[in-house]
C-alpha cells in the first residue's frame, strides 16, 4: 500500500456535503422528542404527572414510566443478577440524567417547553456513587432483588499462582484507581424511529449513529418485543466520531420507537452537549489492586489482579465488558507464566458505562505499568531495565489466560523507543531539572494492542459451569459484499460503520491492489441497512476491526469476483481462467503473454453469459467473510484468545513540573508502534495522534466527577476539560516497527486504541518519577496542578 | 438546549433601550458569548431580550482626553486588533486569554464587565487601571469607578432598568509598567488565579487579583527599589492568603490558588518594575 494519503471521504466532509443521522431526512413529517431526566441520584419515582405536557400546543405524546413498564422488557444482560434494566426508569430513579419521559412535538422548543410540564413524584433514596463503599455489606442498594451492588463476581487462576508467590524475593503490590472519562465525539447522538402496526405485528424503522457492535440489535428487539426481521436498522454513511461512546445509544432507540408508537408519527431525538455530558457513557471508572510475585533479577513470576470496576447504575450491555476485552492479555507485554484474577462489576448511583477508546486497556494498563514501576523500584533496576529482563521474546505467543499473540518485536520496538525518544537525554535533562531544585519526570509504558475482538470472551462473565453447552459465543466474522458492473467498475458495499477513520479510502485501495485495477475503477459504498448490508452480531467499528477484519473480508469478496473475471476473460483469451493474472486492469494470460481488459472480461460475463465453459463462476454481486479460526469460545477453564491481534505500543513521556505553580507541562511524547503491515501511514499516524490526544484527556484534564451526593460536578464544558490544540503543542517522536500478523491475508493489525491505553499510565509514570525525591504516591488520575499541589501540601 | 420562549427587542436609541430595561424583566444582550449559553440551558429566563449591537455611536472606540473609550457594542477582537491598544498594553496583554478567539470575535469588553465573572480578565484590567464605567438609565448616564462597579460574582452597580454604554480606561504614560498572568487549566479556560498588575516609576504598585474572590481585588503593594521575585514572595503570598477566599473546587482548592497568586503576583511585579524602570 504504498500509495498514500488523501482520504477520499475528506472533499465532502470539508465542503459541508457529509450525510449525518441529523441532515438526514428520511420520513417526511417526523416529529421531535425531548427527554425529562432525573435530577435525583436515587429515588423512588412514585408517580409521573403527563397531563399538562400532554395538553400543551404542538404536542403530539408524552410517554412516561407506566408506557415504557407495559411495553417495554428489560434489556438481556451478561449476567443472571436481577438487576433489570429499561431505557428509562419506571419505578426508581438510579442516576442523574436517567430517562423518565419522553415528550414528542412539533419541534424541539416546544417539546422542552413542555417537557418542563412534566411532573415526576420522587421519593429521594439513600445514595452511593463510590466503588469501594458499594461493595461495603450496609451499603445502599440500587436493586434491592440482587441483595448486592456487585453485578458480577468471577475469579480465575491460571499457572502455580501461590508456588510462585511462595518462591519470590520479593511481593511488590499497588492499589491503583482510575477515572471515568469519556471520548467527547463532536456529533452527540442522533436516533429517527418509526413504530408500525402491520398485518404481520408490529415493524421498527429506526435510524441512528449506532456502530455496534451489532449484539445490541437482537438486544433492542427483544426489549421492544419485535423479532429481529422486523427491526431495521439504518446506519448513515458518516458519523461525526464516537470512539466507542455510541454504543451506548441503543436503549435511546427503543425509547424513542415506543415513542413513536404512542405519537403515531416517526420521531427524531437529537441529544444536546448537556444530555450528552450528563447521561450517554463513559469508560468505567476502575479500583484495583495488583500485586507481583517478584525473583531478585527482577523477573515476574506471578501476578494477582483484583479489579473492581464502577459500571454506573446498569450493567448496561456490552458491560461488563471492561472487565474480559483484555483478558487474553491481561499480563500485558511480560512472558508472566501464572496469574489470578478477581473481575467484580459494581453498580453505582452515576451514568452507565461502556465502550470508551481502548477499551478496558487504559484501565488494565494504569495498574499494570504502575506496578512494573514499583517493581524497579524495589529491585533497584531502571524502569526501562526492569521492564526489558520480563519481555515476550518469542512468537506466537500463548499467554496464561489463553490469548495467542500473534506477532511481534517487543524488544526491538522498546530499544528503539529509548533510542529515537532519547531516554538518556531525558534522565539528563531530569538531572539538570533536579539540580536547580525543580521537578522534572520520564514515565515509560509497554502495552500490548489488542484488536478484532473475540465475543467469545462475553462468555467469561458466566461461570464455565453455568454456560449452556451448544450456546457457546466466538467470533469476529466480517462480511464485505463486491460486485463488478457491465463496464468494469467494481463496487465494495462496506457495513463497517465508520466514524470517520477512513475506511472507504483504505477498502478501495485494498480491493484496487489485490484486482489490479487503478483505484478509479473501484467505488465504496458505505451503508449499513440491517435489511440489505450483510451483517453480523459481531459487525460494528469497534475494538479496532477494520485493520484485521473488514480489510481481509474485501479480501475473500474481490477475489471471487476476480474469478469471475477470470471465467470472462478465458472466454476472450481462448484459455484456461486458472493462472490469469490482473495486473493494471488488464487480465493476462502469462504463458501465452495474450491479455484483455479487465472490463472487457466482466462485460462477457454480463453481456454474454452464454459463452462461459459449463460451470464457470458467473457471480456479478457476491459476498466474501472473515472468519478467524483463532476466535473461538471460552474454554472449560475459563482461557479465552480474546482478540485475534496483538500489536504492540512502546512509549516514553516526559513531563517538567513548575516548582512554583506546580503546573505539570508535557515536555516530550515518544511513541513506537507496531501494527503489523501498515496500510495507510497517515491514516494510522492520525490514529497515533489522536490516542494519544485521547489519552492526555483522561491523564490531565478529563472526569467525569460527582459529588459525594451523587450529582455530576463536571456535566458542561466549562468543567469537562478536553485537551484542545493548544493543549498538544508538546515535542512528538513517532515510529513504527512491523511486525505482519500471521493471522490475516494483508499481515495488518487494528491500530486505533494504542496510546489511548498507554498515554494515561506513561504520564503517571513521569509524574510519578518527577515527584520520587518529594516521597509522594502517585495512583490516579487526572494529574494537574492541584492535585500535584494537594500531594505535597496535604492542603485543599 | 433550546431557551425558554422570550421577545427580542433591537431598540433604534438607547434611551429606548432603557424603556424597554425600565419595563421589567429584561436583560441587555450584546456579543451573547456569556447570556446565550445561559438561555439555552434555561438557566435564566428574561422575558425580554434587548439587544443592543446596532445601537447608533456604541460601536465607538476611540482615544481621547486620555482616556481609551470603548462603547458597549465594541468587540473584544476588534479592540485586540485595533492601533489604539497600544496606549493601554495592558488590554492587549489580558486579551489573548479572554476565552478564545473565536469568543473574542463576538464578546464585548463592556459584556465582560456587566457580566462580572469572577475569574474574568477584563473586570480585574479595569479596577487594576482604575477605569471609569458609564452607566445609563432613566435619569441619564452617570459614572461609575472600575473598581465599584463589581458587588459579588455576576453582580454589578448596574440596575435592571439601566446599561453600561461605555468604558473609559487611562492610557498609559510614561513610566508606567505592567504585568497579567493568570494559570487555568487548559488554555482560554477562567483563571484558576490571575493577576493584572501596574506600577509606575518610583511610585506606587497595584494589583487586581482574579479568579480568587467573587469580584477583583485591588491592593496597592510596596515591591522597592530593585525587587526580586524570591524576595517579593513573603510578601505576596501574605496577600494571597488574605484576598483568596473562594471556595475550591475540583480544579483547584483555595489553597492551590493561594499558592498561584502568591507566585504570579511576584512574578508580575518585577516584571511590571522592570518595565517601569527600563
Known sequence: MSRPPARDEDAALVAGAGRFVDDLDPLPGTLVAAVVRSPHPHARVRSADLRAAR???????????????????????????????????TSTARYVGEPVAVVVAIDRYVAEDAAELVEVDYEPLEVVVDTRRALEPGAPLLHPDAGTNVATDRTFSFGDVDGAFAAADHVVRGEYTFPRYSSVPMECYGVVAHWTDGAEGPAVEAWANFHGPFTMVPVVAGALGVP?????????????????????????????????RHAGRPVRWTEDRVEHLLASSSGAGRVMAFEAAVAADGTVGALRVDLVDDVGAYLRPPEPSTLYRCFGNITGAYDVPAVAIRARAAVTNRAPTGLNRGFGGQQLYFGLERLMDAVAARTGLDVAEVRRRNLVRAFPHRTPTGGLYDSGDYARALDLLLAEGGYDELRARQEAARAEGAYYGVGLALVVDPSGTNIG???????????????????????????????????????????????????????????????????????????????????????????????????????????????????????????????????????????????????????????????????????????????????????????????????????RIDPDTLVVTLDRVATVHDAGTVLDPVLLEGQVLGALVHGLGGAAYEEFRYSPAGQPVSATFLDYLCPTSAETAFELVSDHVSSPSPLTPLGAKGAGEGSSMSLPVAYANAVADALAPAGVAIDALPLHGEVVHHLLTGEL | MKAAPFAYHRPASVDEAVDVLAAGDAKVLAGGQSLVPVLAMRLGRPGTLVDITRLPGLDALSVSGGELRLGAAVRQRRVERSAEVADVPLIGRAMPFVGHRELRSRGTVCGSLAHADPAAELPAVAACLGATVEVTGPSGTREVAARDLVTGAMTTVVGADELITAVRFPVARAGDGFGFAEIARRHGDFALAGVAVHVVRGGAATLAAFGVSDRPVVRDVTVGHDPTEAGLRPVTDALAREVVDTAGDAHASRGYRARLLGVLAARELVRAHREAHA
Open chain 1, 457 to 655: 470472551y462475553v462468555g467469561l462473565a458466566t461461570p464455565a459451569e453455568q454456560r449452556t453447552p451448544g450456546r457457546d459465543k466466538s467470533g469476529s466474522t466480517e462480511v464485505v459484499r463486491a460486485s463488478v458492473d457491465l463496464s468494469g467498475v467494481v463496487t465494495v458495499l462496506l457495513g463497517s460503520v465508520p466514524q470517520g477513520q477512513g475506511h472507504a479510502t483504505v477498502a478501495r485501495r485494498v480491493a484496487a491492489q489485490r484486482l489490479g485495477l487503478p483505484v478509479e475503477q473501484v467505488r465504496v459504498v458505505v451503508d449499513m441497512d440491517t435489511a440489505s448490508t450483510p451483517w453480523t452480531v459481531t459487525s460494528g467499528s469497534y475494538s479496532s476491526r477494520f485493520a484485521p477484519l473488514v480489510t481481509s473480508a474485501v479480501i475473500a469478496a474481490v477475489d471471487r469476483l476476480a474469478e469471475t473475471v477470470r471465467a470472462g476473460a478465458s472466454v476472450l483469451l481462448e484459455v484456461d481462467p486458472d493462472g490469469l493474472e490482473l495486473r493494471d486492469g488488464m487480465v493476462r494470460d502469462p504463458h501465452s503473454g495474450r491479455e484483455c481488459r479487465f472490463r472487457h472480461a466482466a462485460g462477457v460475463v454480463h453481456w454474454d453469459p452464454g459463452s462461459l465453459p459449463p460451470g464457470a463462476p458467473a457471480r456479478l454481486a457476491t459476498e466474501g467473510e472473515f472468519v478467524p479460526p483463532e476466535a473461538v469460545a471460552a474454554t472449560a477453564e475459563d482461557r479465552i484468545n480474546s482478540s485475534l491481534c496483538y500489536g504492540f505500543v512502546a512509549e516514553m513521556v516526559g513531563v
Open chain 1, 55 to 89: 395538553a400543551h400546543p404542538g404536542v403530539a405524546a408524552v410517554i412516561g414510566p407506566e408506557e415504557v413498564r407495559a411495553a417495554v422488557r428489560p434489556f438481556p444482560l451478561s449476567t443472571t443478577t436481577p438487576m433489570p434494566y429499561l431505557p428509562s426508569a
Open chain 1, 228 to 260: 429481529v426481521s422486523r427491526f431495521r436498522l439504518h446506519v448513515p454513511a458518516d458519523i461525526g466520531g464516537s470512539f466507542g461512546i455510541k454504543s451506548g445509544i441503543y436503549p435511546y432507540v427503543a425509547l424513542m420507537a415506543l415513542a413513536s
